[in-house]
């Protein structure tokens, strides 16, 4: 990480407005957002790069499996509490 974005970092770290946490694995996706109402996935094309495409799904079997997902990776995650 840069200098100039460290210390954000620390400040955002040590509040409980936001929590960091990092996997040991390649996920093979950019992020994942997920409420009650919605799964929204933005995915990496096939060399790793970024790809400004996203899906977005309201249906229940989808937030189902999204949460699943989540959970799956949470499991082995860790989560940063200090640089």
């Given at each position: 990480?840069?200098?100039?974005?460290?210390?954000?970092?620390?400040?955002?770290?040590?509040?409980?407005?936001?929590?960091f946490y990092?996997?040991?694995?390649?996920?093979?996706?950019?992020?994942?957002?997920?409420?009650?109402?919605?799964?929204?996935?933005?995915?990496l094309?096939?060399?790793?790069?970024?790809?400004?495409k996203?899906?977005?799904?309201s249906?229940?079997?989808?937030?189902?499996?999204g949460?699943?997902?989540?959970d799956?990776?949470?499991?082995?995650?860790?989560?940063?509490?200090?640089i």
């Amino acid at each position: 990480m840069k200098d100039s974005h460290l210390s954000l970092f620390a400040k955002l770290i040590d509040t409980d407005s936001f929590y960091f946490y990092i996997h040991p694995e390649n996920l093979g996706f950019m992020s994942l957002g997920l409420n009650e109402q919605y799964l929204m996935l933005s995915t990496l094309r096939k060399d790793g790069s970024f790809d400004n495409k996203y899906v977005l799904c309201s249906h229940p079997n989808a937030i189902k499996w999204g949460k699943e997902l989540f959970d799956h990776y949470m499991r082995n995650s860790i989560r940063i509490n200090e640089i």
